[in-house]
């Protein structure tokens, strides 16, 4: 029998974390609580119940968002982490390194589902690099975060000058 291994982490690379085992059940979630955890439109989980969830690096800070759950958190880059109920805990979908293998296939909170939400597919895409003749510093980017990767340390000897 074959064992799905996944890793993740925060965008600093502080925490970082794997999940041995089937992860079937992606979620987003509408709810207030989770907006404002997320700082977004809702916020995109994955449950780990029946898996193996291991802390390879680092520590996640936790707040108590409600009398029943815990939201985990890089302390040092603010990167949301966890969504931790008495029924079991979910990581954000997209601390892990590769989210597309983890599709969302269920919705909750929708009593708080901001309305163009449904819509947002129909906006005009663009990619990075072409809003460079409006904001030409995108082409000089260069990320800092942690690559979407397992690495031995973090961070990398650079100069962030």
Same mark, same amino acid.
């Given at each position: 029998?074959?064992? @799905?291994?996944?890793?993740?982490?925060?965008?600093?690379?502080?925490?970082r974390?794997?999940?041995?085992g +089937?992860?079937?059940d992606a %979620?987003?979630?509408?709810?207030r609580?989770?907006?404002?955890?997320?700082?977004a439109?809702?916020?995109p /989980?994955v449950s780990?119940?029946?898996?193996? /969830?291991? =802390?390879?690096?680092g520590?996640?800070k936790l707040?108590q %968002? %409600? &009398?029943l759950v815990?939201?985990?958190?890089?302390?040092?880059?603010?990167?949301?982490?966890?969504?931790?109920?008495?029924?079991?805990l979910?990581?954000?979908?997209?601390?892990?390194?590769?989210p @597309?293998?983890l599709?969302?296939?269920?919705q909750?909170?929708?009593e708080a589902?901001i309305?163009?939400v449904?819509?947002l597919?129909l906006?005009?895409g663009?990619?990075? +690099? !072409?809003?460079? !003749?409006q904001?030409?510093?995108?082409? +000089?980017?260069?990320s800092?975060?942690?690559?979407?990767?397992?690495?031995? @340390? =973090?961070p990398? +000897?650079? &100069?962030?000058?």
């Amino acid at each position: 029998m074959i064992v @799905s291994t996944y890793t993740g982490g925060c965008q600093c690379g502080a925490v970082r974390f794997r999940v041995r085992g +089937e992860l079937k059940d992606a %979620s987003i979630c509408h709810c207030r609580m989770c907006q404002k955890a997320f700082g977004a439109y809702y916020a995109p /989980l994955v449950s780990t119940r029946g898996a193996e /969830l291991a =802390w390879t690096r680092g520590e996640r800070k936790l707040f108590q %968002s %409600s &009398n029943l759950v815990k939201r985990g958190f890089c302390g040092d880059c603010g990167t949301p982490l966890t969504y931790e109920a008495p029924d079991g805990l979910a990581v954000a979908a997209g601390a892990f390194d590769d989210p @597309s293998q983890l599709p969302p296939v269920v919705q909750y909170g929708t009593e708080a589902k901001i309305g163009f939400v449904d819509r947002l597919h129909l906006l005009p895409g663009h990619r990075t +690099e !072409e809003d460079a !003749e409006q904001a030409p510093f995108v082409l +000089e980017i260069v990320s800092y975060q942690h690559p979407d990767h397992d690495t031995s @340390s =973090w961070p990398e +000897e650079k &100069n962030h000058d």
